[in-house]
């Protein structure tokens, strides 16, 4: 709307200087004209009176006739005449004629002041000016306000589409329009957004059950390979057999919750939230982690860091932005981590810097296949964060991996 009003702007205006234009060199021809018509009716009728022997009284300086010696080619001319009516000079337009008339040769002179063709001019122009601009005014407001209410339904549904969520339950509130485009449009809107709701409860659907019965013979099978395993009459080379499929399906069950966790984010159904110290959940889960793990967790913090957030989904960040240095950290070294101003940072030894650092958040990279993982750690990871606007980054510093999670305010999160 903002571009037709500004393009309907620069056109009228321009508009408005060339008819302005075009209009002044017309009048003033139009004016030209009519004074050069007045100069010679003048003269044809002092030539009339001279043929039928009168003998017209000059008028200085409107008219002069004077009997002259021989006869020139008339001309026109633009001349400064001292007007005694006036008391000054003023600007006349002069036809000068010799004709012979009755034995005698004249010369008329026949003048018209050109300041009132001027005033004439201008005072038409002026008011052209003005007719115009007041138009101008009036069509441009009452075309803003046509447009104002033509419009109003699209930007209307508009913030509708914005505000439109897959959870919500409700259909899209559109405003109908008498602009047959803009009714078709929120024809094919409803539409779209039906299907896509549809859609989307169908995938979470088959997603959740896929998660759910995926569940229930995985659990079984480990039973199952647990009982085996118990038999005294496996032998040594069955016993790493299966210990090997146990630890498959450990992955495979893994696997399918993490999956089912990030098709959850994805779809935003984690809409509970209080506050969270982060820095007491951190000291829980490192407690956790030193009973069951050879490798040292150093825990320092300056400040609590408390963020808002759905409890879960804490501890699974905290968890597997930690699990995830375990799990790299080279020699078995200690990992440092640290709470400073609303930042957590987790950093663990590595020989050499990661190779594709851009792809660290994407689903199932692995940096090596020397490290039996996922994938999916840091993708939920990052996933959380990008949930709760949170920024989380990876340097490499002094031989170390630090991967820091800022949980102050950076941008809006998503609801």
């Not at 003023?90 to 000068?96: D, H, K, V």
């Not at 000016?129 to 447009?147: A, D, E, P, R, W």
């Not at 190779?355 to 940096?367: D, G, S, V």
Request: glycine share 2%.
């Amino acid at each position: 709307m903002r571009k037709a009003s500004k393009s309907f702007l620069w056109a009228s205006m321009l508009l408005m200087v060339l008819s302005t234009i075009a209009l002044f060199f017309y009048v003033r021809w139009l004016l030209e004209q009519e004074v050069e018509e007045e100069l010679f009716s003048a003269e044809a009728r002092i030539e009339s009176a001279l043929m039928a022997g009168q003998h017209p009284s000059s008028l200085a300086p409107i008219i002069e006739i004077k009997e002259v010696n021989e006869l020139k080619t008339p001309f026109t001319k633009d001349t400064v005449i001292y007007d005694p009516s006036q008391d000054e000079m003023e600007l006349f337009r002069e036809l000068s004629t010799y004709k012979r008339i009755n034995n005698k040769s004249y010369k008329i002179s026949v003048r018209v002041l050109v300041v009132e063709t001027n005033q004439i001019l201008w005072a038409i122009i002026l008011s052209y000016i003005v007719i115009i601009f007041l138009v101008f005014v009036f069509q441009f407001y009452l075309n803003k306000s046509s447009n104002k209410k033509i419009w109003n339904p699209f930007f209307h549904n508009l913030e509708q589409m914005k505000k439109f969520s897959l959870l919500s339950k409700e259909p899209i509130q559109l405003l109908d329009s008498e602009i047959l485009e803009f009714s078709e449009l929120n024809k094919e809107i409803a539409l779209l957004t039906g299907k896509v709701r549809d859609d989307y409860e169908n995938l979470k659907q088959y997603t959740e059950d896929v998660s759910h019965e995926l569940q229930t013979p995985l659990a079984i099978i480990q039973a199952k390979i647990e009982n085996i395993i118990n038999d005294q009459t496996v032998t040594e080379v069955q016993f790493n057999q299966l210990a090997s499929i146990q630890k498959d399906i450990q992955r495979l069950t893994q696997l399918n919750k993490r999956l089912a966790l990030l098709t959850k984010l994805e779809n935003l159904q984690f809409t509970h939230r209080e506050n969270i110290d982060i820095t007491d959940l951190v000291a829980q889960i490192i407690a956790n982690f030193n009973e069951i793990s050879t490798i040292s967790l150093t825990f320092g913090k300056t400040n609590d860091i408390i963020a808002t957030m759905d409890p879960y989904l804490a501890e699974i960040l905290c968890n597997n932005i930690i699990s995830n240095a375990i799990k790299h950290s080279a020699h078995k070294k200690p990992i440092n981590i640290e709470a400073k101003d609303m930042v957590l940072s987790v950093s663990n030894f590595g020989l050499k810097p990661i190779t594709n650092p851009q792809h660290l958040f994407t689903r199932f990279y692995r940096e090596t296949k020397e490290i039996k993982s996922t994938g999916l750690g840091l993708a939920i990871v990052k996933k959380i964060c990008d949930l709760y606007g949170y920024n989380i980054s990876y340097t490499y510093i002094n031989d170390h991996h630090c991967f820091s999670i800022d949980f102050g305010p950076t941008k809006p999160a998503r609801e």
